[in-house]
């Protein structure tokens, strides 16, 4: 396994081709340590962490509130299953359930278990609650989602290569285009149970739907009778400056389904939350995750509520309005340089590069090399995400490199390849 030739980078990547399944095409780097919004690689070279594990850590690498949770859990006891309680679970529960204003938690480990959880209880409301015949019940989502990579969530992608070569499909779902209330109101049944959708779609590109889209939401599945699902997996908890991007928007979901930021970046840590009329249809052996609820995740969950709940001027939500709005700032100079477009908001960005000058994974292997690591998605889109603990001078280090890349790639050919030449 070593040649003597090889750096450790080679030697890691070599590993990882040879023995770590090939469901991932990583950018080439390496990373050893991280501590804050910044990164270390293996040959100890230092990158701005601008993609925050796509908001699972979106308080930064080993932020201290939260490793001290933790570390004072795994000193208690880490898990106990659900046969038994735990004196994390139930606090854990009520303090999510006050953050997000309903009554009830289901915690689960992964986004894709709370989705999957989402759908049982909708499709459990709609035959108990609402009547819709037996196995008849149907979902309404939204085109070019993500809500993760299960059988019954791929069933509904609208993405090929998601789906490609794993069927047979879940039925029971139809996908409507997303931020199009007519669209959506046309495709209500009277068997429609729920309508699932991300507030702002991340793995999209960071897509914002119209003012007014989610209220309209609302409306239509208050008028039809059907639960409105936030998938807030990637947009809650403080990526957009706000607990709830549903409720930045003005308006309310009936279930919210958190995640990936709720763990800490520590662990695995996902949540349904709704009231108990609609939570409540689940009872004793009809759903259940031996690792869910489990002390060490509920302990790291609590600390992260507890930095969440501060909403003051020096909290993580106003810094992540007060810096997104410094961020959006500086990435509208880079339109027309390069640049198609930008989506986002808070410290969230979707930037379409153009795709004349070079595809989205080009700029991001370009921008690891100057030490700025972020991540291309559908072809030219890159997404930017920093941890909320990141500061306004760290987004200008970010954004010169990306304008850096940009300008190198506007540059005439024979500039680039003579640069190329002479470094070989
Ligand atoms: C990441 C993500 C998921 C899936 O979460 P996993 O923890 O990867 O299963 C679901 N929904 C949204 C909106 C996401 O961004």
Not at 134 to 149: L, Q, S, Y
Not at 234 to 256: I, K, N, P
Not at 323 to 340: I, M, N, P, S
Request: with cysteine; glycine share 12%.
């Amino acid at each position: 396994m070593t040649l003597i030739a090889d750096s450790p980078t080679t030697c890691h990547e070599r590993l990882m081709a040879e023995h770590s399944a090939h469901n991932y095409h990583p950018l080439p780097v390496v990373i050893a340590e991280g501590a804050g919004a910044w990164v270390t690689d293996v040959e100890g070279r230092r990158y701005l962490d601008c993609l925050a594990g796509y908001s699972a850590l979106n308080f930064g690498h080993g932020h201290p509130a939260l490793l001290a949770a933790a570390h004072r859990q795994l000193d208690r006891v880490t898990l106990t299953s659900r046969a038994f309680g735990n004196d994390q679970l139930g606090p854990f529960c009520a303090e999510v359930a006050e953050l997000v204003g309903k009554d009830m938690v289901l915690p689960m480990n992964t986004g894709a278990e709370a989705v999957e959880t989402g759908l049982k209880v909708a499709r459990k409301w709609g035959y108990e609650v609402k009547g819709v015949p037996e196995n008849r019940a149907h979902v309404i989502v939204a085109a070019r989602a993500f809500h993760g990579r299960t059988i019954s969530i791929v069933s509904f992608s609208t993405d090929p290569e998601a789906r490609g070569g794993f069927g047979p499909f879940t039925p029971g779902f139809t996908a409507v285009p997303y931020g199009d209330p007519d669209a959506l109101r046309a495709a209500i049944t009277p068997e429609t149970v729920a309508v699932l959708i991300e507030p702002i779609q991340g793995e999209a590109g960071v897509v914002v739907p119209p003012a007014g889209y989610l209220p309209a939401v609302r409306e239509i599945c208050s008028t039809a009778n059907v639960l409105f699902v936030a998938d807030e997996v990637q947009s809650g908890l403080g990526r957009t400056g706000h607990v709830l991007a549903t409720r930045a928007a003005g308006t309310d979901a009936d279930v919210y389904l958190l995640g990936k930021a709720l763990g800490g970046g520590i662990t695995p840590l996902s949540a349904v939350v709704a009231d108990a009329d609609v939570l409540g249809v689940l009872r004793p052996g009809q759903h259940g995750s031996t690792f869910g609820g489990n002390p060490l995740a509920c302990a790291v969950g609590r600390a992260v509520i507890e930095l969440l709940e501060d909403d003051g001027p020096g909290g993580l939500l106003a810094r992540a309005r007060t810096l997104g709005a410094v961020l959006h700032a500086r990435l509208a100079r880079t339109l027309g340089r390069g640049v198609l477009a930008v989506r986002g908001t808070g410290l969230w960005a979707g930037i379409d590069i153009d795709p004349r000058l070079a595809s989205g994974r080009e700029v991001c292997e370009r921008l690891a090399r100057a030490g700025v690591l972020v991540k291309d998605t559908h072809g030219s889109t890159i997404r930017l995400s920093p941890p909320l603990v990141v500061t306004a001078e760290e987004i200008g280090v970010a954004v010169d490199a990306l304008e850096a890349v940009l300008a190198d790639l506007r540059r005439p050919r024979g500039a680039g390849l003579r640069r190329r030449v002479s470094r070989a």
